[in-house]
């Protein structure tokens, strides 16, 4: 099972927070907004050589914690509650790989910034075996509006 949930960060107020629970969903964010992203899978048995990528919207960019000229807002609220074996930040995804993913609930958390106006798809996020394509499991996905703020 894969969920997936918004949440604007507003400051130093509580994140605005939005539920992708039915497809076709409609969120708006202005230009420059921060947004987190939250992820759970759960898995129902051990398993191994699992992927969890969650495309990104095409007005939005990632922002990775780890990059030496990272501003201090791409720090998400909370890590992973387990560690990738990798994970690879792009322009238009985070995808997380483990070689092993016990059995249990797994909470995942980055943040992306809103940089370009328009209306785009958010894909739905997913979770598969990387080499049984049978087994997988993915959110509903979303329409992001982002627009000019305010001038």
């Given at each position: 099972?894969?969920?997936?949930?918004?949440?604007?960060?507003?400051?130093?107020?509580?994140?605005?927070?939005?539920?992708?629970?039915?497809?076709?969903?409609?969120?708006?964010?202005?230009?420059?907004?921060?947004?987190?992203?939250?992820?759970?899978?759960?898995?129902?048995?051990?398993?191994?050589?699992?992927?969890?990528?969650?495309?990104?919207?095409?007005?939005?960019?990632?922002?990775?914690?780890?990059?030496?000229?990272?501003?201090?807002?791409?720090?998400?609220?909370?890590?992973?509650?387990?560690?990738?074996?990798?994970?690879?930040?792009?322009?238009?995804?985070?995808?997380?790989?483990?070689?092993?993913?016990?059995?249990?609930?797994?909470?995942?958390?980055f943040r992306t910034?809103?940089?370009?106006?328009?209306?785009?798809?958010?894909?739905?996020?997913?979770?598969?075996?990387?080499?049984?394509?049978?087994?997988?499991?993915?959110?509903?996905?979303?329409?992001?509006?982002?627009?000019?703020?305010?001038?």
């Amino acid at each position: 099972v894969v969920t997936r949930e918004l949440l604007k960060i507003a400051g130093d107020g509580p994140a605005e927070r939005t539920a992708l629970a039915e497809p076709g969903k409609t969120v708006t964010y202005a230009i420059g907004d921060v947004i987190e992203e939250h992820i759970r899978v759960v898995n129902p048995k051990d398993r191994n050589f699992v992927a969890i990528a969650v495309p990104l919207a095409a007005g939005v960019e990632p922002l990775n914690p780890a990059l030496a000229t990272a501003p201090p807002e791409a720090k998400p609220s909370a890590p992973p509650t387990r560690k990738p074996s990798y994970a690879a930040f792009l322009d238009d995804s985070v995808t997380y790989f483990f070689d092993t993913l016990p059995k249990g609930t797994f909470d995942f958390y980055f943040r992306t910034r809103a940089t370009t106006e328009g209306t785009f798809l958010q894909p739905a996020a997913r979770a598969e075996m990387m080499y049984d394509g049978s087994v997988t499991g993915t959110s509903p996905g979303a329409r992001v509006e982002v627009k000019r703020g305010k001038e």
